[in-house]
């Protein structure tokens, strides 16, 4: 179960920009759509990842690059602990946890927060 800090306090997604994730220690991360699209935890994004980290000419899945067009057509919630977010190119098969949306927060990851 995720403790207090991990919970969100408001989720504000802007189907062409991003989300925006207030969190309970009132910390904000802000996650592009393709960035979202990208960091998918689904297994097959994960495996697409994996591959590319050990073999840089890794051929792509046509639809597996998010264009300029991607849009963030819906967030749902899953239980407390998580969200769904379904993309303009189909995919919805990524459970977001509060645990996974930090860890991939653009803003740490890059050094920023």
Do not use: Q
């Not at 207090?4 to 062409?16: E, I, M, S, V």
């Not at 994004?45 to 073999?55: I, K, S, T, V």
């Not at 792509?60 to 602990?81: C, F, H, K, Q």
Request: net charge neutral; hydrophobic share 35%.
């Amino acid at each position: 179960m995720a403790d207090l800090p991990t919970r969100p306090l408001r989720l504000d997604l802007k189907k062409d920009t991003g989300l925006t994730v207030t969190w309970a220690d009132g910390s904000t991360s802000f996650y592009p759509v393709a960035y979202l699209r990208r960091m998918s935890p689904s297994a097959d994004m994960r495996a697409l990842r994996d591959e590319m980290r050990n073999n840089p000419l890794t051929v792509l899945p046509s639809g597996s690059t998010p264009s300029d067009a991607l849009t963030a057509e819906a967030l749902e919630p899953v239980g407390r602990y998580a969200i769904r977010i379904r993309f303009s190119d189909g995919h919805d098969t990524g459970i977001y946890s509060w645990d996974y949306l930090r860890s991939i927060d653009p803003d740490r990851r890059s050094g920023k927060g």
